[in-house]
């Protein structure tokens, strides 16, 4: 019998009798790989609307979006325009997202970057790819590569986002950081690397070098996907 036949409710029952505490175990006794996107959209739902049917609001969420992650990335206009989403269910899905972008961050700061590299590109990923406007973050190391800082140094347009490599390198100086790692958000998805990204990469890397700060990357996040200089001999 399967977990979610187990938590069946018995026949001639409301299926909404119980239901609630049914997923919370479900939740508890097997984790999220047991519940589908919509189950455990139902779960945040639950902290911001307490007495009602939430499935049917969740699986409109994961329809609209795509998937749970998606949804709970959407801006908080898009998710407004779904009936039944009200200020307060807005709010508890940023408040969901903002903890696991809270999560992740911690799982890359203070740590090696290179040896981590998996986890600091899903976490520039999961902070950066649903963006609708161009972020430019730079990610600063110590000697020893360890990640020190993580800063939002510019916010730009649907396509550009003003950067002045003096900016850049001042940063890094004033954080003692001996190297850096370029990352911005393309809006429209596609990460490839424009005649601009790379010109103005070109010019950082000659202000950082001259002072002795190396450019280990720079990353380009995509809606699915992402481009490395470094792995497309950019840098």
């Given at each position: 019998?399967?977990?979610?036949?187990?938590?069946?409710?018995?026949?001639?029952?409301?299926?909404?009798?119980?239901?609630?505490e049914?997923?919370?175990?479900?939740?508890?006794?097997?984790?999220?790989?047991?519940?589908?996107?919509y189950?455990?959209?139902?779960?945040v739902?639950?902290?911001?609307?307490?007495?009602?049917?939430?499935?049917?609001?969740?699986?409109?969420?994961?329809?609209?979006?795509?998937?749970?992650?998606?949804?709970?990335?959407?801006?908080?206009?898009?998710?407004?325009?779904?009936?039944?989403?009200?200020?307060?269910?807005?709010?508890?899905?940023?408040?969901?997202?903002?903890?696991?972008?809270?999560?992740?961050?911690?799982?890359?700061?203070?740590?090696?970057?290179?040896?981590?590299?998996d986890?600091?590109?899903?976490?520039c990923?999961?902070?950066m790819a649903?963006?609708?406007?161009?972020?430019?973050?730079?990610?600063?190391?110590?000697?020893?590569?360890?990640?020190?800082?993580?800063?939002?140094?510019?916010?730009?347009?649907v396509?550009?986002?003003?950067?002045?490599?003096?900016?850049?390198?001042?940063?890094?100086?004033?954080?003692?950081?001996?190297?850096?790692?370029?990352?911005?958000?393309?809006?429209?998805?596609?990460?490839?690397?424009s005649g601009?990204?790379i010109?103005?990469?070109?010019?950082?890397?000659?202000?950082?070098?001259?002072?002795?700060?190396?450019?280990?990357?720079?990353?380009?996040?995509?809606?699915?996907?992402?481009?490395?200089?470094?792995?497309?001999?950019?840098?």
């Amino acid at each position: 019998m399967s977990a979610r036949q187990a938590d069946a409710p018995p026949a001639g029952k409301d299926h909404r009798e119980g239901h609630r505490e049914r997923l919370r175990e479900r939740f508890r006794r097997a984790g999220a790989d047991s519940l589908n996107d919509y189950e455990l959209m139902e779960l945040v739902l639950f902290r911001a609307i307490p007495r009602r049917d939430v499935k049917p609001l969740a699986k409109d969420l994961i329809a609209r979006f795509g998937g749970f992650a998606e949804a709970l990335s959407a801006p908080r206009d898009r998710l407004m325009e779904i009936k039944g989403v009200s200020d307060s269910v807005a709010t508890e899905l940023m408040i969901v997202r903002a903890a696991a972008l809270k999560l992740s961050q911690e799982r890359v700061l203070k740590r090696h970057a290179i040896s981590s590299w998996d986890d600091l590109v899903r976490y520039c990923r999961a902070s950066m790819a649903d963006e609708k406007t161009e972020l430019f973050r730079i990610l600063f190391l110590d000697r020893k590569n360890f990640l020190i800082a993580d800063e939002v140094q510019q916010r730009g347009t649907v396509d550009h986002t003003p950067v002045y490599p003096r900016e850049v390198v001042k940063r890094a100086l004033e954080l003692h950081a001996s190297a850096i790692i370029l990352v911005h958000n393309h809006p429209s998805g596609d990460p490839t690397p424009s005649g601009g990204d790379i010109a103005m990469t070109g010019e950082i890397v000659n202000a950082a070098t001259a002072l002795g700060i190396s450019v280990h990357d720079h990353l380009i996040i995509g809606h699915r996907t992402e481009a490395s200089f470094r792995s497309l001999g950019l840098l």
